[in-house]
């Protein structure tokens, strides 16, 4: 299985933007998709993650009420729908597939190229 994320890009603060993550190959319905992104000089943080076969969510607190973590199971995609952007939240964003429901970077095995989002004050 590979992790296909896409969607970024330059945006101002206030817009939205959506990225996708296209998962080619079965995902396991215990699988968790998460979202994570690394800001130039800081470590990769947890964003937020979604179980594949069910609808539990998780969200970091600096994004719970402007980004919303979805899937659709036919189309193997997780997507991960940003609003409100701030300047705070330019960093590049990955995808990535584990079997933990856990938002540590560690539980996650699979992981996508980044797709960098770039949010102008």
């Known amino acids: 299985v590979q992790l296909q994320a896409s969607g970024g890009g330059l945006v101002q603060a206030g817009d939205s933007l959506r990225l996708s993550c296209a998962a080619s190959?079965?995902?396991?319905?215990?699988?968790?998709l998460a979202w994570f992104r690394q800001a130039p000089g800081k470590e990769r943080e947890f964003v937020a993650l979604?179980?594949?076969?069910?609808?539990?969510?998780y969200y970091t607190d600096s994004v719970k009420g402007r980004f919303t973590i979805s899937r659709d199971n036919a189309k193997n995609t997780v997507y991960l729908q940003m609003d409100v952007l701030k300047a705070e939240d330019t960093a590049v964003y990955y995808c990535?597939?584990?079997?933990?429901?856990?938002?540590?970077?560690?539980?996650?095995?699979?992981w996508g190229q980044g797709t960098l989002v770039t949010v102008s004050s």
């Open positions: 979604i179980r594949w076969s069910r609808d539990t969510t």
């Open positions: 190959g079965r995902i396991f319905s215990s699988s968790v």
């Open positions: 990535a597939a584990g079997s933990q429901y856990d938002s540590s970077p560690l539980s996650y095995k699979l």
